[in-house]
């Protein structure tokens, strides 16, 4: 792969430089790009302020339409897997979430190294390296009968309608047995993964009546407060309907040739339910981009944001809850991630990549990325620059059916280490 076509037909207004003396990773070919060079760690580390993405680049494939809190768009990880790896290199994401970074590289052809302490994650990623057809999904779901005698252990009136329940309820069961029994295949965890993404949400194309997004399930506490301010009850929702529509939305724009590849990555990929820090299933010296957006400080309830989920999977909430990385302070943070930095420096080739994407926590007062850099040189990693990817947006944000118009800057900060060989 040639590295400055490439960079050429993305940024046109960049230069690459590959190994200048300063370590500078682009230049600006134009006043475009803001460039800010910033002692830390005793060098200088250049920070390249754009829109590097986003824009500039084609659309997500539906596929990735799985909501997950704090995870990144497609665009992010695209732009690192198509600038710094080839088709057959093993991409990884230590944190991987909804799985944005894999199915990515996935779609792109290369392998895939998918890990995350909360086993939701790889519930919602696999699945989506075989998809079955709608077909397929009609056919199983028509096998599926609805059993109204089940009762739930807990009360959840409040999201579901009874009948809803019963029929959720009825999945729950039949997904569990054919867990135990050793017959679960791709088509029952495609219909677990959508399942547990339509639970709860703000359209009728969720289980639930009117709540938080479905990335938030709200306490039951705090849902009949809801329901009480709206004036709501929950209605009838058609769950094997809701389940073939979003099916069919996921796969609306995936083609053969993308369908093939996240098949073959899938086959040969590796998903792990690891901390990050400890991943001894990973060979040494095997990756060749890691591209990846840690848990920041204590401002994701990853846990509890995610209760109602966890109850469909029977997943066990208080082993999950302690095994997410919940840090108070920046120092705290940097003890765990200085960890996982000694883990990536395993794993990654010589002459491989780390993309380490930070945001802005307590208002903008702390900046994570400036904290990172330390990290990754004391693993014996080279820091290549900050590259921050600045987009302006305006948006419609319909918070209690108030319509507001909100505008602002999403900023992504990415930390870009190199394994020297
Ligand atoms: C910012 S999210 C990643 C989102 C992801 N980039 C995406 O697009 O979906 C951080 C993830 O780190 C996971 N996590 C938290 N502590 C962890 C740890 N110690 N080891 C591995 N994963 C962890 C959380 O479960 C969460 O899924």
Redesign the pocket.
């Known amino acids: 792969m040639d590295l400055r076509n490439e960079v050429a037909a993305y940024l046109q207004d960049f230069t690459y430089i590959e190994d200048d003396i300063n370590g500078s990773f682009f230049s600006a070919a134009d006043n475009t790009t803001k460039i800010e060079t910033i002692l830390i760690d005793g060098r200088n580390i250049t920070k390249y302020v754009n829109e590097f993405w986003t824009s500039r680049q084609r659309q997500a494939s539906s596929i990735h339409e799985i909501s997950?809190?704090?995870?990144?768009k497609p665009q992010l990880p695209r732009f690192f897997i198509e600038l710094l790896s080839d088709v057959g290199d093993i991409i990884y994401?230590?944190?991987?979430?909804?799985?944005?970074?894999v199915i990515e590289a996935g779609l792109l052809g290369r392998k895939v190294v998918s890990?995350?302490?909360?086993p939701l994650?790889e519930i919602l990623t696999r699945p989506r390296f075989t998809p079955p057809t709608i077909e397929d999904v009609a056919k199983r779901l028509s096998r599926l009968d609805f059993d109204n005698t089940l009762e739930s252990e807990i009360d959840l009136s409040m999201f579901f309608h009874e009948r809803t329940l019963s029929e959720i309820l009825s999945i729950r069961k039949y997904l569990c047995e054919r867990k135990e029994s050793g017959n679960e295949d791709g088509i029952d965890r495609w219909i677990a993964m959508v399942a547990t993404n339509r639970l709860t949400g703000h359209s009728t194309g969720f289980f639930s009546v009117y709540t938080l997004p479905p990335n938030q399930a709200a306490s039951p506490k705090s849902q009949k407060k809801i329901n009480e301010v709206r004036r709501q009850i929950p209605e009838y929702r058609d769950t094997k309907e809701i389940i073939l529509r979003k099916t069919n939305s996921l796969l609306r724009n995936l083609t053969s040739p993308q369908k093939a590849n996240i098949n073959a990555a899938g086959m040969s990929g590796l998903f792990i339910n690891?901390?990050?820090?400890y991943t001894p299933e990973i060979a040494a010296d095997s990756v060749q981009l890691t591209v990846?957006?840690?848990?920041?400080l204590n401002i994701?309830q990853?846990s509890k944001d995610n209760w109602l989920r966890r109850w469909f999977n029977s997943l066990d909430d208080d082993e999950i809850s302690k095994?997410?990385?919940m840090a108070k302070t920046v120092e705290e943070w940097s003890t765990?991630m200085g960890s996982?930095f000694h883990e990536l420096y395993r794993v990654t080739k010589p002459d491989g990549w780390v993309a380490f994407?930070v945001g802005e926590v307590k208002n903008r007062t702390v900046s994570l990325d400036e904290h990172v850099v330390p990290l990754g040189n004391s693993a014996g990693f080279e820091c290549n620059g900050i590259l921050v990817n600045s987009q302006e947006f305006t948006k419609t944000a319909n918070i209690w059916g108030i319509q507001n118009m909100k505008s602002g800057t999403n900023t992504n900060r990415i930390v870009l280490f190199r394994k020297k060989k």
């Open positions: 997950y809190r704090a995870c990144f994401d230590p944190f991987s979430g909804r799985g944005t970074t890990n995350d302490v909360n994650s690891q901390s990050a820090a990846t957006s840690p848990p920041f994701v990853y095994r997410i990385t765990a996982v994407e």
